[in-house]
C-alpha cells in the first residue's frame, strides 16, 4: 500500500481556480517564414520574459485565409523558440476547429463574451431577492486594491487579479508585479510590470524610480532599452494612448 493511502489521503488531485497572467499573441495573417523571423526578432528584445510563458493565439483581428492558418506550424515555431501556445481566443467557427483539431483550448473573444452575457440577460430572472444580488455586487464599489508593504523580491511574483495593486516598497530585477488595474510602486521599479491585464486600456502605473525590465498596459509593452529614452530613473507616470505606451513625469502628470 502506498504512503498516500496509508495515511488517509482520499484523493491524488484537487482542482481550484486560478488566476494567470498569459501573453496574447493578435494574429492578422500567417506566413510561416515571416512568423519566426517576426517571433524571433520580438524575443530578442526581451528574452528572459518570454523563455517558457504561455501563450494565446487571439484570432479576432486575423484576415488571412483559414487555408492559411496552420496551427501545427505555429505551435511547432513557438517550441523552438520556448514558448507554449495553449490556446486560441475568438475565431470564426471553422478556425476554431482547426484549433481544436490541433489540441488548443478554445477561449471566447469579445464578441463571444458580449453575446453569451445577452443569452444570460435573456434567460429567466432570479428568484433571488434584488436587495440580496445588489448586495453581493458591491453597490458598484470598486475592487480593494491589494497593498504589499515588503520589498518584491527577485524571482517573486505578486498578483492583483481584480484590483489595484500599491506597493510600499522597491520591485527589484527579476520580479513581476500584476494588477487587473492600476499599479502604483513608492520605490524603485526595476523588475517588470503589468497592469490592465485583463484588458483595461485605462490603466496606469506609477513609480517613484522608473528602472524596470519591462512595463505594460492592457498587452502593451515596453523593454528596458525603449524606457531609457525618457523619465529613466526618475519619477514618472505610464499610460496607454492610441496603442502606444507613454512616459510622463510625475510632476507634469
Known amino acids: 500500500m502506498s ?49 517558457d510563458i504561455p501563450l494565446i493565439i487571439s484570432l479576432e483581428k486575423y484576415e488571412g485565409l483559414d487555408s492559411e492558418l496552420d496551427f501545427f506550424k505555429i505551435i511547432g515555431t513557438c517550441r523552438r523558440n520556448h514558448i507554449h501556445v495553449i490556446g486560441v481566443r475568438g475565431g470564426t467557427d471553422d478556425q476554431r476547429r482547426l484549433a481544436r483539431g490541433a489540441a488548443l483550448a478554445l477561449l471566447p ?15 429567466e430572472p432570479s ?27 527577485s524571482g ?7 484590483g ?3 506597493i510600499l516598497a522597491p520591485v527589484q ?11 502604483h510602486v513608492y520605490g524603485p521599479l526595476r523588475g517588470r510590470a503589468l497592469a490592465g491585464i485583463h484588458g483595461a486600456e485605462s490603466a496606469r502605473i506609477f513609480c517613484q524610480s522608473l528602472e524596470a525590465e519591462l512595463v505594460s498596459i492592457a498587452g502593451h509593452y515596453k523593454i528596458s532599452e525603449d524606457l531609457q529614452d525618457n523619465g529613466w530613473k526618475s519619477a514618472v507616470h505610464i499610460q496607454l494612448r492610441d496603442d502606444l505606451l507613454v512616459v510622463t513625469p510625475l510632476d507634469k502628470a
Not at 156 to 162: D, L, M, R, T, Y
Not at 173 to 183: D, K, R, T
Request: hydrophobic letters at 40%; zero cysteines.
Open 127 to 153: 428568484s433571488e431577492p434584488v436587495e440580496t444580488r445588489a448586495a453581493q455586487a458591491g453597490a458598484g464599489d470598486p475592487p480593494p486594491a491589494r497593498i504589499v508593504t515588503q520589498p518584491v523580491r
Open 156 to 162: 517573486q511574483q505578486v498578483h492583483a487579479p481584480e
Open 164 to 166: 489595484d495593486l500599491v
Open 173 to 183: 530585477a527579476g520580479a513581476e508585479v500584476l494588477a487587473a488595474g492600476n499599479i
Open 3 to 51: 504512503d498516500a493511502a496509508t495515511s488517509g489521503v482520499k484523493q491524488g488531485f484537487q482542482l481550484k481556480s486560478a488566476s494567470v497572467s498569459m501573453t496574447a499573441l493578435e494574429l492578422y495573417y500567417f506566413d510561416d517564414a515571416e512568423f519566426e523571423g517576426a517571433l524571433r526578432d520580438k524575443i530578442s528584445q526581451a528574452p528572459g520574459f518570454f523563455k
Open 109 to 123: 473573444g469579445s464578441g463571444q463574451r458580449d453575446r453569451a452575457h445577452e443569452t444570460d440577460q435573456s434567460a
